[in-house]
């Protein structure tokens, strides 16, 4: 059992192309802002290659997280795996995070195979939620465990941060943004992947 659960849970998984096996794979993993933004990656990668999803609500402490990724790593051999787990688990305790973030890092390396670990940094909430502290710690945490394990990390947060016409037109909705903000958080995931793999993105 995790730490802490919340009061729903969820998990969206996408093959794209399923039945194709030559085009090289990446599989995008994290919560509901890598929702937003993984359509646009899809068809900006398209040429190149087939981008999946594991877009989910658990936190790292959670077991059910590592079944959810071992069904995905399952079932495809990926070129790349971009993933992020960090508006999830506030109820981790600051100073667990480090070890649970080790552990699953630990574990996503022993079922990814030859894939390339891309770490996404956490997106800010709006405004001066006290969460974002804990947000700057949390990816100051991940980028040391990051390099350690010879990780790329792709900074998501400074592409975000700080650009309130990039938030969801919902004022109340402190996690989420608007079409443009998950163009740009799309651009800048998918500028990534093809400066790491060699593909010259139109």
């Known amino acids: 059992?995790?730490?802490?659960?919340?009061?729903?849970?969820?998990?969206?998984?996408?093959?794209?192309?399923?039945?194709?096996?030559?085009?090289p794979r990446v599989l995008l993993v994290g919560d509901s802002i890598c929702?937003?933004?993984?359509?646009?990656?899809?068809?900006?990668?398209?040429?190149?290659?087939?981008?999946?999803?594991?877009?989910?609500?658990k936190n790292i402490s959670d077991p059910a997280l590592l079944k959810?990724?071992?069904?995905?790593?399952?079932?495809?051999?990926?070129?790349?795996?971009?993933?992020?787990?960090g508006l999830h688990g506030f109820g981790i305790p600051?100073?667990?995070?480090?070890?649970?973030l080790r552990d699953y890092v630990a574990k996503?390396?022993?079922?990814?195979?030859?894939a390339?670990?891309?770490?996404?940094?956490?997106?800010?909430?709006?405004g001066d939620s006290p969460n974002n502290q804990v947000i700057a710690a949390r990816n100051e945490i991940a980028a040391k465990v990051m390099r350690?394990?010879?990780?790329?990390?792709?900074d998501l947060h400074a592409v975000v941060a700080g650009q309130d016409d990039l938030r969801s037109d919902n004022k109340g909705d402190a996690y989420h943004y608007n079409s443009k903000g998950y163009s740009v958080l799309a651009e800048a995931v998918s500028q990534y992947l093809a400066k790491l793999m060699g593909w010259e993105l139109k």
Request: glycine fraction near 6%; charged fraction near 25%.
């Open 68 to 85: 959810e990724m071992g069904y995905m790593l399952g079932e495809y051999k990926y070129a790349v795996i971009h993933f992020n787990h």
């Open 94 to 100: 600051q100073d667990k995070y480090e070890q649970y």
């Open 148 to 154: 350690e394990n010879g990780i790329a990390i792709d």
């Open 35 to 57: 929702n937003g933004y993984n359509g646009i990656v899809r068809k900006r990668l398209a040429e190149f290659a087939n981008v999946d999803l594991l877009a989910t609500s």
């Open 1 to 23: 059992m995790s730490v802490a659960r919340e009061r729903a849970e969820w998990c969206h998984m996408w093959w794209e192309n399923a039945h194709e096996t030559t085009t």
């Open 116 to 126: 390339k670990l891309v770490w996404a940094s956490i997106t800010p909430l709006r």
């Open 108 to 114: 996503v390396k022993a079922m990814a195979g030859d």
